[in-house]
């Protein structure tokens, strides 16, 4: 689970910005906490904001820094990080990132600070008990040399481990997290660390959405039905959503899937969209335009007045109802797992009652989930202290100055019966846009009507 992110210096974030998942002393909705070690979790939070004020780069914050630990660098790239550039003195300065979280009921503080050439620091701390560990902690030099302080639970382990991480240690580039190279060299001890980022860290942008329905949906029986019930308390019309399974020849598929597959082929499974899975047999011989190909495309089955079944494919449903089918597979988690969602724009082309059913189902489900949710919204039908604590709804708010400021309700001294929704909107709160004069624009409203209706005259 997630207890706190930390950003310095990145995009419009100058100075330290704190995120916190950590619930405050209210005793309203105990329900939506976990209890982790030292601290009670919370399981949702949602991030206000006007446009451009910082909230996606919040989030972006947090997706750059899961990318730079799981997918890593190759030699002599580029570390993209853009530093604050509005002061001439951040400009010149290195961005930070740090994570506190749970990973089987220990707490882990790890972090690094890097610019575009190389990571200047790393850090990896544990609390398995009430007293917290160093396992390491690097410097790196303007040479691209690094220094490590290796803690005595990381060096203390079998032999051949030991050895191999003093190997390990001469190998790390200057712009290459030790993490990431220690793993990707099958150095067991830091995994489960890894893991978290990789697995369970899951970062749902608005320009890389990607949930594999159809192949999640295709012979699970008990999935299927959790869709289809929640469509129809959705009122989508939908009654039941099914799959139709087909194989057919690669060079028969429309162009546009081809041309997909053909960038992605060097993997077996090819996710085409929201609607539609293709899976190529590459354990062959033959050219791929002559591969067998699986298709498991999703249908959405609606019923006629006269009782007659009809099935209509994803793309005649609407933006809606599509992007409710992207969210709930994140409502049916049945593993146990220990997920963090992030979400941009939780509520995109959704009704306002479908946007708080969603979070309602999520607060609900089973005592022992500790799935969290967090999302970025415009949404203020949520503000309700019915739905949401008060350490639960953040606010992100840009100065004169351009930097932005992240900050939770619960630090404001409010009354418990103040209509939070209202007072955001009349901007007790911050966070929204002061909209400016339109007679700015230097456009008389009047005087260009006329204008266009003289011209309809003279044609």
Known sequence: MLLRFVVENLFCFAGETLFSMVA???????????????????????LYGANAHGKTRLIRAMALAKRFITEGFKPGQSIPVKPFLLDSHCRQKPSRFEFTFMVQDVEYAYGFVCDTKRFHEEW?????????????????????????????????????????????????????????????????????????????????????????????????QDLRNFIGKFLKIADTGIVEITTKNEKTKFDDLADEVRRQIQKFIGSKAKERGQGMHIVINEETDLPIEDMLVEKITLLAQHNTAEGDVVHFPLEDESAGTNRLLELLPLLYNRSGSENVYIIDELDRTLHPSLSRLFIDTFLNLSPDNKNQLIFTTHESNLLDLDLLRRDEIWFVEKDTDGKSHLYPLSSMKIRPDVNIKRGYLHGRFGAIPFIGNTTALGWNRKEETHEIGKDFQDE
Not at 25 to 36: E, F, G, L
């Open 24 to 46: 405050t002393k209210d005793d309203a909705h105990s329900n939506h906490k976990v209890k982790t070690g030292r601290v009670d979790a919370l399981r949702i939070s949602a």
């Open 124 to 220: 990896l701390f544990s609390r398995p008990n009430k007293r917290e560990v160093m396992l390491f902690r690097r410097d790196t030099n303007a040479e691209g040399v690094s220094e490590f302080d290796i803690g005595r639970t990381l060096a203390r382990g079998r032999i051949e481990d030991s050895s191999f991480l003093g190997f390990l240690i001469k190998g790390v580039r200057a712009n290459e997290l030790f993490l990431t190279h220690a793993v990707v060299n099958n150095f067991t001890g830091l995994m489960p660390v890894f893991h978290w980022f990789q697995k369970s860290l899951i970062i749902l942008e608005t320009n890389n959405f990607s949930v594999n329905l159809p192949r999640l949906v295709d012979g699970n």
